[in-house]
């Protein structure tokens, strides 16, 4: 029997044993893809833009939250100013009253 003979007389004992055929039977079908779920539109916003709109909020809040601060730094060294010009004020006056008492009791 030549060599090719033999191989085919083997195949069938083969692939009754299990051989290659077998390692194939075993695997899974392939899968279908999985098809995406429909989002709500109001999902899909914010995940789309949800990171954008947060910067944009939070930069504008630390904004206003500065001039705020500069705002109130500003007018209060202004309300400063005011009460110690009022204060020189009252000072200048005290001089002259006590210029003037101080003439009258000469007299």
């Known amino acids: 029997m030549s ?3 033999r191989a085919r007389a083997l195949l069938p004992r083969l692939l009754r044993a299990g051989g290659q055929r077998r390692g194939m039977a075993d695997m899974a079908p392939p899968q279908p893809a999985p098809q ?3 989002v709500s539109k109001h999902i899909g916003f914010y995940k789309e833009l949800g990171r954008p709109l947060s910067k944009v909020f939070l930069m ?3 904004t206003y939250q500065a ?3 500069a705002w109130l730094k500003l007018e209060k060294e202004e309300v400063q100013r005011g009460k110690e010009e009022e204060v020189k004020g009252l000072m200048a006056e005290v001089d002259k009253l006590k210029e003037a008492a101080a003439a009258a009791g000469k007299k």
């Open 67 to 69: 001039c705020y601060w």
């Open 3 to 5: 060599a090719r003979a």
């Open 60 to 62: 504008s809040f630390f």
């Open 36 to 38: 995406k779920k429909e």
